[in-house]
Each structure stands twice: as structure tokens, then as C-alpha cells.
């Protein structure tokens, strides 16, 4: 009977509101010579099967810092990001709110079966993930909320849908006050100062522990409890913008006083299906 089934009753409970409640975000570094296999794998097969085909997860948008972008990037020193090129590939993904402690399990337990089939990795069963990647920074984030330029935007829930020319990623360390302090600060000092002109908006998200059983080269950083990642959206592409809007991202955050830059990177949009800028990432 339909009722039985799990794919029957499972939709009938539980929250199922058409709005940003978390987010998925996957900051990963190819090895060189993988760096092609590696990307046709990971849009044709891994970021689908391994991340929207599952349930609660509604959007996503992959992006790529070439050569261009990497000079941008800040702190000198960076205890995410080292060395500081490191990470040419972010992968977002939106995920419903109410909803992330569902869409883990079910991650959890997919990305097991994947790897058990030989694709966790474009070159099949017994390769070793580290050897094609790494991970840089990947965690499950509640989300905060955002900061919108004005009410024409469109809404946090499409940002992923847009076609923004650039997203700017800041990973910040709440130092001196608690993580929900540090939000505030972020979100009504500085962000709004940030969030004009060419940015459309930023989305503030909490990062949290990776779930138990998370698979070995999945890495986690340190601190992650007073840790928040801030997306910001815009316009143009980052190099246009640059010098007005985030190249003093790292005094500027530090003189609020409760919170510290500890790596801000600039990204394009990757050409979905396609190989485009897999020649660009590397010297």
C-alpha cells in the first residue's frame, strides 16, 4: 500500500516551506593532473548523484577562481586556505529549511554507497580521492540570513538561479564575542556597507561539525563552532569591483572587533558540462 512506503509518507511530515534554511558548501582543490577528469566527474556524476538528487536540496551553482581571481586573495596568512591559491572550485547548494538533519542522513548514506561502487572518484573503485583533490573547506551551515542591496533583488532562494558574474566567499572567525554576536555585527555594520552597487546581496551561514561517519578526505578545520561563512553576490565580475568593495575586507572586519577575516577568495561561474577554465588554474 502507498502509505507504507517511505517515498509516500515521508513528504507528508515534517516542514516544507519554499525557503533558504541551510546550506551545502564544498571549497575543494584539484591535483594538476587531474584537473580535467576530475571536473568532468564531479559535474556529470558527483554533483548529482552525490548531492540534487537527494532529498531537501533545491539548488546549486559550482564556481571557479582562475589564475585572474587568485591575486585576490586575503589574508597573506590563512589558516582555511594554505597555500592561499589553494581551492580553485566551490560547489553551493541550498537546502530547504527545516531540513538539513534529513538531507545529511541521507547524504551521509548515499556518498557510502558511492564510494562502494567505485564513484567516489573519477577513476573508479580503489582509487584514492586524495590523490585527485582535497578539500579545503566543506561543511553543512545553517543559514543566518542576508543582507539585500535593495527590494528588487531577487530573494536569497534564488541566488543560485541567477546569473550573477561573481560570488565572493569570506570565511570569518568570531574572536571576541559569541558566533550569534558576531553575525549581528557582520549583518548590520558591515555587511551593509558591502552590499551596493555591484553586490546584490550576502548570505551569512554558520557552519557546522561534519556529521559522524563523514568520509576520511572530507577535511574539517579547526574552530568550526565560532566560525561563519559570508557568500556575497554580484553584478560584475569581482575583478571589476574589487578595490572599492573587498580589498580592505581583512581591516575593515578586524577593526569591528569581534570578528577576524580568515580567508575571503573571488569566484566565476564554471560553464556547467563543460571543461572551460580547467586550463586557467594553475602556473
Known sequence: MAGDDAYFSLPAIGPHAPELGAALITWVEPVPEHVVGYNRWYEDDHMITGA???????????????????????????RIADPLSAGKYIGIYWINEGRLEDHERWALSSNIRLHAEGRGSYRGLGADPLEERWHVFTS??????????????????????????????????????????AADWLRSEYLP?????????????????????????????????????????TDVDPLECWEDVFASAETDIGEGGVCELAVQAAFIPTVHGTDTYTDQLFD
Not at 550576502?202 to 574539517?220: D, I, Q, Y
Open 193 to 233: 556597507s558591502v552590499v551596493q552597487g555591484p553586490v546584490a546581496l550576502s548570505t551569512v551561514f554558520a557552519p557546522r561539525p561534519l556529521p559522524e561517519g563523514k568520509l576520511a578526505h572530507v577535511r574539517e578545520p579547526d574552530g568550526v563552532p565560532n566560525m561563519l561563512t559570508v557568500l556575497s553576490f
Open 140 to 181: 553543512f551551515n545553517d543559514y543566518v540570513g542576508p543582507v539585500y542591496r535593495d527590494d528588487v533583488v531577487p530573494r536569497d532562494k534564488h541566488a543560485l538561479m541567477t546569473s550573477y558574474k561573481g560570488m565572493v566567499v569570506q570565511v570569518i572567525d568570531a574572536v571576541s564575542a559569541d558566533r550569534e554576536i
Open 52 to 78: 540534487m538528487v537527494m532529498p531537501w536540496m533545491f539548488s546549486c551553482r559550482r564556481w571557479v577562481a582562475p589564475r585572474s581571481h587568485q591575486h585576490l586573495r586575503a589574508p597573506a596568512v590563512s
